[in-house]
């Protein structure tokens, strides 16, 4: 697929930018855009050379302001109820395929991540964000409901539910400051340092076994939802034989060559 709405380039090896590229609509999700990102995260599914990809926002606005509700408003007139659960659907699910490609997604986060942007950063792996920073559950803004787009499973995750409750219920914007203190990211840093900060963090995550960023991104998901202590434990001893013998394997095949 030729994109319009985003970008995406591998700026190192195994190290990938998508970036939001509709800086003049604040990076909003058309339907355009929508249908990219599902062909852009269903790619990565098989892409082997990838090992980390970094999220972000083009222009100077934000990162992103959500649904384009312009054309939206447009669209939604024409739809049935089973037009617009199909859509809805859609939209949601591109939270989901952020959860299920192999590789670990830092979001890069510059001014506002509302609505659907703000879902974006939470289904990404790790946050970083500059100063200017701030983010809305803004359905309940828009006369929905706060708890759309993943954003009622991540929130209560990351920042525990009785903060996650607020925000979800009032739509208020967290800052910067906040985010850091409820855990919600891992680090804040100056505007000009976010991309620089953001790479750094990559290159450390690149330097690993990418089977291991992948299992290690597998196991997060899984146990978030295990039925307890023993079910997590399988699931990581597992993986760790599975990369000991694998690193094994790898070695044996190494010395044959010299033999």
């Known amino acids: 697929m030729d994109y319009e709405t985003i970008e995406y380039k591998v700026v190192e090896k195994g190290i990938g930018i998508l970036s939001l590229n509709r800086p003049r609509r604040y990076n909003s999700i058309s339907y355009r855009m929508m249908e990219e990102l599902e062909a852009f995260w269903r790619d990565r599914m098989d892409d082997l050379d990838t090992h980390v990809i970094i999220l972000r926002g083009n222009g100077e606005r934000g990162f992103c302001a959500g649904l384009d509700m312009k054309e939206a408003m447009k669209m939604l007139p024409d739809m049935n109820m ?41 289904a990404s792996d790790l946050r970083i964000i500059s100063t200017d920073a701030r983010f809305s559950a803004a359905y309940i803004n828009v006369g929905l409901g706060g708890a759309d787009m993943a954003c009622s499973y991540f929130l209560p995750r990351l920042i525990g539910a009785g903060r996650a409750y607020e925000f979800m219920l009032t739509g208020n914007f967290m800052s910067a400051d906040e985010a850091m203190s409820l855990g919600l990211v891992s680090r804040v840093v100056e505007r000009e340092t976010l991309m620089e900060t953001t790479l750094e963090l990559a290159r450390t995550m690149n330097s690993k076994n990418p089977m291991g960023l992948w299992l290690t991104k597998e196991a997060i998901n899984m146990n978030l939802d295990a039925g307890g202590l023993e079910q997590a434990l399988k699931m990581e001893d597992r993986n760790q034989t599975l990369l000991l013998a694998r690193g094994l394997l790898g070695a044996e095949e190494k010395t044959r060559k010299y033999l």
């Open 82 to 122: 089973d037009q617009f659960y199909r859509y809805q659907s859609r939209m949601g699910r591109l939270n989901l395929a952020m959860r299920q490609v192999p590789q670990p997604i830092i979001c890069a986060v510059h001014g506002p991540a509302a609505g659907l942007g703000f879902s974006f950063a939470l």
